[in-house]
């Protein structure tokens, strides 16, 4: 059995006492089945990784001990995901692949043809940290409520290029546009609602120098497929897959 | 309101008579509210796009009436995936992604930590076939049968390269590894269970000459994550996204 992982917000350090919330506390005793001695990694985003005992266990607390680190904190890569909100599950998804594809921020976009009026900000929140703790990160990436796109490009960052799916024939294609571009620094991938954006829209983002558009080949993706793509291609060839360390997932039980 | 697209199986070339099976007839009617004269873009696998007008329609079936040809059939990249079965919906949306994605087959393979014992092949097929129609591919991928893990090692294609994903640290980088290998010919992707392949797989799938072993970063995928990155790195690299037209969604209302 793969030993759980949780995210905490209690500093971390050999020997500290940490108090589990509620829903944490059910999981690890109800879910996963731990009593008094069993071992977790925590995280808390500033710390690293440290492994830590179950000490106390009652109804509705328990509480751990930190043991020794497994990991110091490192940096991680700039990227943000601006996305226009799609309905039920692929929302879901993409908060989900988005924090193991190693986004910092996930921020919903409304666009003309965005079909959707309400995002759940807080599931998307928690369905970012379950896979964050999964997929071993060490920070949270963070869901930001949603903003008008107009908004959010009238006020884009000076120094953090735009990657984004141009749909219009003749834009550069992605393996090669990012080839030619400068590895880390600041970055965020846009994807547009699934019926494309408004031409107002596509003026607007096409006008920002910071932006760098690309093709995604030939065939019509959906706004969620979209998302992973760009957002794998990013990190393989500007972000952290660029070392080729595999050698993380070692925790074999 | 975008035109529906479909595929038929009947051949398609100008003036020929298409009579739907019941459940296309259903869906045009009911769920898309066509009546005759309407447009729809119909696709069999061999003789490209067309588009067809709405005909007879009654209780039960559909005829449509072929008109002109919107796109020719041309070559598709002749890529398979290979994966470990998984639960829920996460399947379903392997076989919706690997079709938009560009897959010729799907493949299950059943491997020694897999958890999952029966694959709906059929629910994956339609799930396949409406993400083709959606996408606007001119060919439907295949969802073959699952196999065990061996058996389609030791049947592998001495002419199709296997990408795969390698836990083992000092594994080469997706992008550079890809942008290494020939474009085009035949290639599959294989992406193991949850829990990885266990060692003896592991010997099986590097001791084939095919295998180029990658790595996907340091945070740990999860399977479906994995098989939509792997997918999209491979077209961006070596098949039909390398030409940058994303000039073909420009099917507007």
């Known amino acids: 059995m793969t030993e759980p992982r949780l995210h905490v917000d209690a500093d971390l350090g050999a020997g500290a006492a940490v108090d589990l919330p ?3 506390a059910h999981y690890l005793r109800n879910v996963m089945r731990l009593g008094a001695g069993a071992a977790v990694k925590l995280f808390n985003g500033r710390d690293g990784e440290w492994r830590a005992a179950v000490d106390r266990v009652s109804k509705n607390s328990m509480t751990l001990t930190v043991g020794e680190q497994l990991r110091p904190q490192a940096a991680e890569p700039d990227l943000w995901l601006l996305f226009a909100p799609i309905k039920g599950r692929r929302i879901d998804a993409i908060a989900e692949k988005a924090s193991e594809l190693g ?5 919903p976009v409304l666009t003309e043809r965005t079909v959707v009026a309400r995002v759940n900000v807080e599931r998307l929140q928690a369905n970012a940290v379950e896979a964050a703790e999964q997929c071993e990160r060490l920070t949270l990436p963070v869901v930001r409520e949603p903003e008008p796109l107009g908004d959010a490009i009238a006020r884009w960052p000076a120094d953090r290029r735009l990657l984004y799916a141009d749909e219009r024939a003749g834009a550069a294609p992605i393996a090669r546009a990012l080839a030619a571009a400068e590895p880390g620094g600041r970055w965020a ?27 995604l080949g030939p065939r019509l993706l959906r706004a969620d497929t979209a998302c992973f793509a760009a957002l794998a291609l990013w990190q393989a060839h500007l972000g952290d897959w660029r070392d080729g360390d595999g050698g993380q997932s070692d925790d074999a039980p």
């Open 22 to 24: 509620k829903h944490q």
């Open 189 to 215: 991938v846009l994807i547009g609602p699934e019926g494309g954006f408004a031409p107002a829209e596509q003026d607007l983002v096409r006008a920002l120098p910071q932006a760098l558009p690309v093709s």
């Open 103 to 107: 986004c910092a921020e996930i921020r």
